[in-house]
C-alpha cells in the first residue's frame, strides 16, 4: 500500500443532523417538528421509531466532541433545530436552546474542531407546518429571520453555514412521495415548497453577504448520476428526465437563474401546477454561493415507464451490483463524475462533499469490535476516486463522512447504520468501527492508500 496525499488544507470531516442525533425532544421547551409529527403515525417509519431519544446527543456532546477529538476528525457538520430557537417557528426566541448551540460550537472550537452548520435539515417547526410548511411564500421570511439569530449569535465563530440539506428530498419525498415528513402526496405541491425553500435559501445568502460576517455560505445538494437502463431511446430519454428531476431542477436556477425548460414544458403538459418564477426570486436564488455541498451516495439507473406520472421513468438498476443493505448500488466512478460535472458544465469554483457514507448490518463481535470492512471499502473507494477528480481539476476542498454515528435514519429508523462510530441504542455506548479507525488515518495521514501492484 501507498500513501497518497491529498491537497494541504484539505478538510476532513463528519456529518449529523439535529433530529437524527440529539434526542430530547421535549427539553428545555423544544417545539414539536414535523418529524415528531410524521412517527407518530403508524406505517411511516420502521417499528415506528422515532428520534425522541435517538443518540442522546443533547445530553452527551461534551463525549461526543472528546470522541471526534481523539478520532482526529477537524470538521464537525452539524445542523441546528429550528424548534429550538423558535419553538413555534417564529416568534420570541427561545434562549436555553440556542444556549445549547452556543456550548456545542464553544466546546468543538476548544477541541480544535471546526464547526459546520446546516441551517434546515428538514426539521421543519410543526407550527410552520400547520400554516402550508415551505409552501407558504411567507416561510423565507420566517427561515430569514431563523438564520438572522443564528448568525448573531455564532457569527465569526462559525465560519461555514450551509442553508439547506438536500432541498429535492425535504421538497418531493415529503410533499409528493410521502416517504418523509410531512408525509403529502401532491406533486405541484412539492415543486412550489421546492421553490420557496430556494427563495429563502437566496434571502439567507443575500443577508449573510450585506452583513459582511465572515465566512462561507452554500447548500448541500444531493446530486447523483441518472443512467439509461439500456440504449434504448426511451430510456436515454427516462434518464434525462430522471436527471432533470434530482439534479438540474436545483442546479440550474442555482448556477442559472432558471428552471430547466425541459422540465418545466413535461409538467406544463401533464397539468402540473408550477411555482410562479417571479423575476426577483429568481435573482434572489442564484446569488452566487460561496460552496456547493455535494452529498453524493451512488448513481441509480432509470427505465422507461408510463406508470409514473408525471415523470415517465422508474429506478431500475442492473442485476449483480453490489449494493449496500438499502439495495444502493456502489458506484464510485459516478462520484467523479459528478464532481467534474459540477466543475465542467456548472462553472462551480468550490465543492465540498458534505455527505458520503453507506449502510451496513453491523454487528458488535464477541471482542466487542464491529469489523465493517465493506464500509472502509466504500470509503476508500470513494475516497480515491475524490482523488481523482481532484488531480482532473475538480474544486473539492473537503469531505464530510455521513456520518459519525449510526443514528435516526428517517422512515427506516434505527435499522440503517452509517455511522463509522457504532452505537448500542440501549445503553448509548459508542465503539469506534474498522471503517472509523481507518479514517482516522486517513486524516493524520492526509492521504488514503492506495493499492499497488506489489501486494
Ligand atoms: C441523506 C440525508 C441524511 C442521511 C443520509 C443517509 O439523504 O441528508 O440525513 O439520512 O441521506
Known sequence: MEWKKFPKDFIWGVATSAYQIEGAYNEDDRGET????????????????????????????????????????????FSVAWSRIFPKGKGKVNQKGLDFYVELVDGLLKAGIEPVITLYHWDLPQALQDIGGWSNPDLPVYFLEYAKVLFEILGGKVKKWITLNEPYCAAFLGNYEGRQAPGNHDFSLALRCAYYMYVGHGMVVDYFKSSGLEGEIGIALNLMGRLPYSSKKKDVYAAKIADGYLNRWFLDPLVYGKYPQDMVTLYESNGVIMPEFDEEHLRLMSLEVDFIGLNYYNDFWVKSSKSRWPLGFVIENPPNLPVNDRGWPVTEQGFKDMLLRLKNEYNIRKIYITENGTSFPDVVTKKGTVEDGNRKDYMQRHISMMQEAIEDGAPVKGYFYWSLYDNFEWSFGYTSRFGIVFVDFESQKRIIKQSGHWYSDVIKNNAVKEETEHE
Do not use: T
Not at 411511516?44 to 461534551?62: E, F, P, Q, T
Open 34 to 77: 414535523i418529524w415528531d409529527r410524521y412517527c407518530s403515525i403508524p406505517g411511516n417509519v420502521l417499528h415506528m421509531d422515532n428520534g425522541n431519544i435517538a443518540c442522546d446527543h443533547y445530553h452527551r456532546y461534551k463525549d461526543d466532541i472528546q470522541l471526534m477529538k481523539n478520532m482526529g476528525i477537524k470538521a464537525y457538520r
